[in-house]
Nanobody, 127 residues
Framework: QVQLVESGGGLVQAGGSLRLSCTAS????????MGWFRQGPGKEREFVASVSRSGSYEAYADSVKDRFTISRDNPKNTIYLQMNTLNPEDMAVYYCAADRRLGPDTVSTSLKQYEFWGQGTQVTVSS
């Protein structure tokens, strides 16, 4: 089992940038496919980005492609989400998620696939 803790959220002006971090503990981090999801006010939780165990493969939601970048540092048990050119539609609670059942070079956009979740970090974008 793995415990996930997100950090790096906050208030940013439209057009600005933030970098989120998610640090894992309790298990072999490199055995997990990792993902970022978000849930905006009054909305369902949605996929943002995913990265394979080694970091070689990535996937993004169309709404964030070319603006957000997911990465991971396995020795540090951490994944990151670099978010650029933020707009008010990006305002949400961002959640980190982990799954150990997927293959080594696999990513997943499915919320139901992920076994473990963090508590979330709030991102607020002012216009």
């Amino acid at each position: 089992q793995v415990q996930l803790v997100e950090s790096g959220g906050g208030l940013v002006q439209a057009g600005g940038s933030l970098r989120l971090s998610c640090t894992a503990s309790g298990s072999t981090f490199s055995s997990y496919t990792m993902g970022w999801f978000r849930q905006g006010p009054g909305k369902e939780r949605e996929f943002v980005a995913s990265v394979s165990r080694s970091g070689s493969y990535e996937a993004y939601a169309d709404s964030v492609k070319d603006r957000f970048t997911i990465s991971r540092d396995n020795p540090k048990n951490t994944i990151y989400l670099q978010m650029n050119t933020l707009n008010p539609e990006d305002m949400a609670v961002y959640y980190c998620a982990a799954d150990r059942r997927l293959g080594p070079d696999t990513v997943s956009t499915s919320l139901k696939q992920y076994e473990f979740w963090g508590q979330g970090t709030q991102v607020t974008v002012s216009s």
